[in-house]
């Protein structure tokens, strides 16, 4: 009976630690007999994760973090990956809190997938400039950076906005009142200047609407034209004013040339001229100086006086023999 107890008791003890066992690895999810390959990614830090966080590919476990060390000025992570895993060509891995329990994990990544946020961006160039069979990592903040940062936006808004409530006291409100009333005077000034300057742009409108009107009709006014001068020319009325305008051309000529010799001969009786012009002067002073008989006919009243007297009497004798021409006439045939 005692041996039968010990039996059972050693019985369970061992169901126990195989169900350890067992609920240990479930717990880990590892995959007993399953091939790994080991692969190394470099970090500038890498946060929260820890050796046995899970390593996923596009968020399926695909592996674990089997070490962490540090390397230079670099963090190195020894990730363990199953075989036959379809891994992307150029591999990047970014550590990242999966909870808000704090458990991290190695997201793999393509190395050319474009990047979201810029400082993931520039920790990936950083890792990878070094080169090597290190894959390029980098780190997102966990939730506790987030809140502390949180925290700390919260903060300055509320000190923003305790100075925005110090700033807008009652007279604050009061003048932005006022400002907005000025506004509004000032737009509805700007709303009469714009409708007075609307009329007289619908004036002006007007003015050109005329104006185009006018040059349209000059415009047909000289299309007109140009018809009658197209008709003048088919009918060879223009060829015939260009001919009689060739033939006054050459009549102006000869006038020009007749002119010429005109001017030519005054040249040549200038001396001639001079004299005669000269004499005439003479004579012209003599007379107005009261030489000769012009001249004393022309200073002397009584010259004046007689002549016209003579030529009374001339005049009454001709009047006289007009009206009785047998008292100074005899005409006799016989």
Do not use: C
Request: charged share 20%.
């Amino acid at each position: 009976m005692k041996r039968r107890n010990e039996f059972l008791v050693g019985l369970v003890l061992l169901l126990s630690v195989s169900a350890v066992v067992a609920g240990a690895l479930w717990l880990s999810e590892a995959d007993i007999g399953r091939r790994e390959a080991l692969h190394v990614a470099r970090f500038r830090t890498v946060g929260g994760l820890t050796p046995g966080a899970p390593v996923t590919f596009r968020g399926v476990r695909v592996g674990r973090v089997e070490a962490i060390r540090l390397a230079d000025q670099f963090v190195e992570a020894d990730l363990k990956v199953y075989q036959g895993v379809d891994l992307p060509g150029k591999p990047a891995v970014i550590a990242a809190s999966q909870s808000l329990f704090g458990e991290w994990a190695a997201n793999i990544v393509p190395r050319d997938q474009p990047q979201d946020d810029p400082n993931v961006r520039v920790m990936l160039a950083e890792t990878a400039r070094p080169g090597g069979d290190r894959w390029p990592g980098a780190t997102l903040p966990d939730v506790g950076q987030l809140t502390a940062q949180a925290g700390r936006i919260a903060t300055d808004i509320a000190a923003v906005a305790a100075r925005v409530q110090e700033t807008f006291d009652s007279s604050a409100v009061a003048s932005l009142r006022q400002s907005i009333k000025d506004f509004a005077g000032i737009a509805s000034k700007l709303e009469h200047f714009t409708t007075a300057e609307t009329g007289r742009l619908t004036e002006v409108t007007d003015n050109i609407d005329l104006a185009s009107a006018s040059v349209l009709g000059a415009s047909e006014h000289m299309q007109a034209t140009l018809a009658r001068v197209d008709s003048a020319t088919a009918d060879g009325q223009l060829q015939e004013i260009l001919g009689n305008t060739r033939a006054g051309t050459g009549d102006l000529r000869q006038a020009s040339a007749d002119l010429r010799e005109v001017l030519a001969s005054l040249r040549a009786q200038e001396t001639s001229l001079v004299r005669t012009l000269i004499a005439a002067d003479s004579a012209l002073s003599r007379i107005q100086s009261g030489q000769g008989t012009i001249g004393l006919l022309s200073k002397d009243p009584a010259l004046y006086n007689e002549s016209i007297e003579t030529l009374q009497e001339m005049r009454r004798l001709i009047a006289d023999i007009q009206m009785n021409p047998r008292k100074y006439f005899k005409f006799s045939v016989f």
